[in-house]
Structures are given as structure tokens and as C-alpha cells.
């Protein structure tokens, strides 16, 4: 007679594993009930927050907090600012992270609304020479009207900023009608656009902006940028303004003054570094409600089933295949709790979202980690229960009321 105990498959296992699920099924969908709520749980507080985190990120990000300012300073020797290279926006453009260029320079022109006003009541706002391709470097756009093309830049005309065109009481370009002018180094300018607001380039917002070779052929431009918008990577941020003075202006750095990184970045670094935070937290809690909920449930179970494991042991069971079977029910009910509240979780985080307008964000990492918590969950709440009845003997079991 063989008394080598006969070894499982993992179909065996298995299908031992779902005994108690198949004979107390409302048992096993409350343990699994309670499994799924704490899963969900955790889906929705990271999925929530980083729905919120990155519609933040959208909108804080639309102000420009990847913008760099390099501006020349005035020299106190020559009593003029220093002639930085024409080529400026170009040189900075080529450092590995920056992603957009522009310059803008200060032209000392005055501008009038009226050639009968006289030019000391001229209304303060600067005259700045501008790129074609200021407007997507520094985040702006076109409250009305058109901004300056290549086609456009060398001739008479001017967009506004939007205080600028406050000052001049000149809002809104209407189509239809004939532009207004203003008067602008001895001449007329027909003014073809306005500038929305633009909380980080306020320099822009009190200007009137002519084209660079516009600028070069009526108000006597010299050429030489006196400002140059950089637009880079957020993570190589502070690394570009540690070089960018030397790139722009290699002559003299020093009467190169560079922004900071914005406030608005540092804000939006801050809220990571929150969100984060309250993830662990709650997610923590939530997993400890389920987990203690699978145990106390396991080892009720236990205690019902007695008889029938001293009926299994009485017929040839090893205490391993027991106590594999209490194990697997365990990791099982885990498992088929955790998909369900990772399925419950991503609806209800994208149904949130969906509701506040907000991109529906569910970290891969949230979903994937849900499942794994559920199976660590499932053997850590199966040990105990596993171990109990596995050591339980035959006429221990049988003999139990």
C-alpha cells in the first residue's frame, strides 16, 4: 500500500480554493463586497486628485511655467544697454531642453494716439520691435484682430497689448470697418490686432509690438534684442537659466539678468508633493479596512468548517493540502474583490472627473496596484486561517460541536 499523499495540480488547488466561495456564496460576495470597497477606495483617492492634479497642471502650465526671461541691464559705464548679438533667440535656441525662442527690443519710440497731440502728453506705453513668433513662446493670443506674420512684419502696423490698447482706447478691431491708426515715430501705424491678457509677460501687456524689420526701417532699429523669451522642458528648467545668460550675450554675461522660475511652478511643484501625500494616506486606511475585514472572515470560516476538515484529513488530506486550501479560498476571494473594486474605482474616478470637466486620470499605477494589494492582502489575511486549520487533527475536527 502506497501512503505517499497524492500531490495536487493547480486546477485542484483551485478548484478547493473556490469550495467555501461555491457553498456560502452570500458569505463570500460580503468578504468580497468589503475587499472591492477598499480597493475602490484607493482607485478613487489617487484617481480623483490626480484628475484634479492634472487639470492643475493644465492650467497653471497655460500661464507659462516653463517661461525664462533673459533681459539686458543697463550698463552704468557706456550709460546704454549692452549690444546683445541679433541673433540672440537663436543661440539660446540651441540648448538641448529649450523648446521655443523669442526677443523683443526696445525701440525708445514714443506713440500717440493723434498727431495733434504734443509729444510730451505722448501716452508712456514702449515701443517694442517683436518676432513673428513671440505670441506661442510666451503663451499669448489674439483677443481680436490678427497678430503679425512674416508677410506683415515689414510694414506700417501694429498690434497691441491689452493694457496698452486700453491706454489708447483701442479694444477691439472690428471686421468691416476701417482700422484704427495711431501715430507712432513721426508716421502712422494702422494697428491690426489686440492681445489678450498676460499674467506672466506684463512688459507685453503696456506695449505696442511693430515688426522687426518694420521697426529696422521707420523708427531706427538698431537690430540688437534687449529681451529673449526662452520657453523649456519644466525638469531642465533651472538648469537652462544657469547657462542662458552666457548663451545669449557670451561677451558679457553679467549685464544679462534671467528670470526665476515662476511662482506659478513652484505652486504646481507643491501640489505634487500634497496629492502625493494624502495618496499614501487614505489608500493606507482603506487597505487596512479590507484586509482586517478578509481575515475575520477567513477565520470564521475555519471555525464553521471543522467537520469538514476532519473529514478530509480522516480520508487522506495532509495538513499542507489543507492548509493550501484555506490559503487559495483566501487569495481568491482577495482577488475577485480586488478586480471588482479596481473596475468600481476607475468608473467612479472618471465619472467624478467627467462631472468637474477635468481629464480623467487613473495612474496605471493605482489600477495595477490595486490588484497587487488585493493578492498580498489575500495571503497575508489567509496565513493565519490556514495555519489554524491545517493543525487542527481529525478527531479534534470531528468531534467539534
Not at 497655460?62 to 533673459?70: E, F, I, P, Q, V
Request: with cysteine.
Amino acid at each position: 500500500m502506497n501512503d505517499t499523499p497524492v500531490r495536487l495540480s493547480l486546477v485542484d488547488v483551485f478548484g478547493l480554493g473556490l469550495v467555501g466561495l461555491r457553498t456560502r456564496p452570500l458569505r463570500a460576495v460580503l468578504a468580497a463586497l468589503g475587499i472591492a470597497i477598499g480597493i475602490a477606495t484607493m482607485v478613487v483617492v489617487v484617481g480623483i486628485p490626480a484628475s484634479s492634479q492634472q487639470a492643475l497642471d493644465h492650467q497653471l502650465s497655460a500661464l507659462g511655467t516653463n517661461l525664462l526671461r533673459a533681459q539686458a541691464t543697463f550698463d552704468q559705464v557706456t550709460q546704454k544697454l549692452p549690444p546683445v548679438p541679433e541673433d540672440a533667440a537663436a543661440m539660446a535656441a540651441r540648448i538641448g531642453p529649450v523648446e521655443r525662442t523669442s526677443a523683443v527690443a526696445n525701440t525708445h519710440a514714443r506713440v500717440l494716439r493723434s498727431d495733434r497731440i504734443p509729444m510730451e502728453q505722448s501716452s508712456g506705453l514702449t515701443v517694442l520691435a517683436a518676432r513673428s513668433d513671440l505670441l506661442p513662446t510666451i503663451g499669448a493670443r489674439v483677443a481680436s484682430g490678427r497678430y503679425l506674420t512674416d508677410g506683415t512684419s515689414a510694414l506700417p502696423v501694429v498690434v497691441l497689448g491689452d493694457k496698452a490698447a486700453t491706454r489708447l482706447g483701442i479694444t477691439e478691431i472690428r471686421r468691416g470697418e476701417p482700422a484704427p491708426t495711431i501715430w507712432l515715430g513721426g508716421r502712422w501705424f494702422t494697428v491690426t490686432g489686440v492681445l489678450a491678457p498676460i499674467p506672466l509677460a506684463p512688459d507685453i501687456e503696456r506695449a505696442v509690438l511693430v515688426g522687426w524689420p518694420a521697426a529696422t526701417t521707420w523708427l531706427g532699429f538698431d537690430g540688437h534684442p534687449t529681451v529673449v523669451y526662452v520657453r523649456a522642458q519644466e525638469s531642465e528648467l533651472e538648469n537652462v537659466r544657469a547657462v542662458l545668460a552666457a548663451t545669449v550675450f557670451p561677451k558679457n554675461p553679467a549685464r544679462i539678468e534671467v528670470s526665476r522660475p515662476s511662482e506659478a511652478l513652484a505652486a504646481k511643484r507643491i501640489a505634487e508633493t500634497t496629492f502625493s501625500g494624502l495618496f499614501l494616506g487614505l489608500a493606507g486606511v482603506a487597505l487596512l479596512v479590507g484586509g482586517v475585514g478578509v481575515a475575520n472572515t477567513m477565520v470564521i470560516s475555519v471555525l464553521e468548517r471543522k467537520r469538514e476538515i476532519g473529514l478530509r484529513r480522516a480520508l487522506g488530506a495532509t495538513r499542507g493540502q489543507v492548509r493550501t486550501q484555506f490559503f487559495t479560498e483566501s487569495v481568491v476571494l482577495c482577488l475577485l474583490g480586488g478586480l471588482t473594486g479596481v473596475a468600481l474605482g476607475v468608473l467612479a474616478a472618471a465619472s467624478y472627473a467627467a462631472t468637474r470637466d477635468w481629464p480623467a486620470t487613473i495612474p496605471p499605477t493605482a489600477a495595477l496596484g490595486g490588484v497587487g494589494s488585493a493578492l498580498a492582502i489575500g495571503v497575508l489575511a489567509g496565513l493565519y486561517p490556514a495555519i489554524r486549520a491545517a493543525r487542527l487533527t481529525p478527531t479534534e475536527a470531528l468531534s467539534a460541536p
